[in-house]
């Protein structure tokens, strides 16, 4: 059973990602599935970035908004650590689990992913609890 989450500390972000995440979606590219995501994110050094769902005619090009938002930061920051994440789409969806590998990749020890659909937040889990036993840095990085 998943430790319950005190929202206290969250609730300041919280609306911000929302926004973020909502404005991100409506700039998705989703010719195909007509579906769009947006998500937001917060590093743990306080700087938030987003990003939408980019999708290509060869299916296997496409690229989810977490992904998209993730490699946003990436690309602005040195290091990465993400504290939180918000994703939005209409009907709530999940992130997958390409997604998910990816976000263990850069996560802080405490990162808490937050669903949302068009009525508002409607999950708030723990990544810890969404992904158990993830394949991270820690295993190839790891010293002697
Ligand atoms: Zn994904």
């Known amino acids: 059973m998943a430790k319950k989450i005190t929202l206290t500390k969250l609730n300041p972000h919280i609306n911000a990602l929302r926004e973020m995440a909502m404005t991100a979606s409506e700039h998705a590219y989703s010719p195909y599935s007509k579906a769009k995501v947006g998500a937001a994110l917060l590093t743990t050094d306080g700087n938030y970035y987003a990003g939408c769902n980019v999708e290509n005619s060869s299916y296997g090009a496409t690229v989810c908004a977490e992904r998209v938002a993730i490699f946003q930061a990436v690309s ?17 969806w999940p992130p997958c689990g390409m997604c998910r590998q990816v976000l263990s990749e850069f996560q802080s020890p405490n990162l808490i992913v937050i669903i949302g659909d068009k009525n508002g937040t409607k999950q708030i889990v723990r990544f810890k609890d969404l992904m158990p036993m993830s394949f991270t840095p820690h295993f190839l990085l790891k010293k002697g």
């Open 76 to 92: 602005q920051q040195k290091k990465i650590s993400i504290e939180y994440i918000y994703i939005y789409s209409k009907d709530g």
